[in-house]
Nanobody
Framework: QVQLVESGGGLVQPGGSLRLSCAASGSIINIHTMNWYRQAPGKQRELVALITSGGSTNYKDSVKGRFTISRDNAKNTVYLQMNSLSPEDTAVYYC?????????WGQGTQVTVSS
């Protein structure tokens, strides 16, 4: 059974940083992309960043230059380094792994940016 376990969320002041981690356990092969989504209260879930198996990345415009996604293929782990956080970044952040014929989601981790 595949499980995605996220960690690293919490409360941070505006301008601060957090690093999210998502470790995939179980047997997963042929992962195409590892992704981070977020969902703010009353809003739809949105893609924040993705990284392909080859290391190519793509970001939501509002986080470009502030967030960095990376992955450790050997550990099936994806990270999201978030800098210069603002209250608009407050949301539940979800890890997502996609390949041919499968999609897995993590349980989500709360990120709250507030003074």
């Amino acid at each position: 059974q595949v499980q995605l376990v996220e960690s690293g969320g919490g409360l941070v002041q505006p301008g601060g940083s957090l690093r999210l981690s998502c470790a995939a356990s179980g047997s997963i092969i042929n992962i195409h992309t590892m992704n981070w989504y977020r969902q703010a209260p009353g809003k739809q879930r949105e893609l924040v960043a993705l990284i392909t198996s080859g290391g190519s990345t793509n970001y939501k415009d509002s986080v470009k230059g502030r967030f960095t996604i990376s992955r450790d293929n050997a550990k099936n782990t994806v990270y999201l380094q978030m800098n210069s956080l603002s209250p608009e970044d407050t949301a539940v952040y979800y890890c997502n792994v996609r390949g041919i014929g499968f999609v897995y989601w993590g349980q989500g981790t709360q990120v709250t940016v507030s003074s």
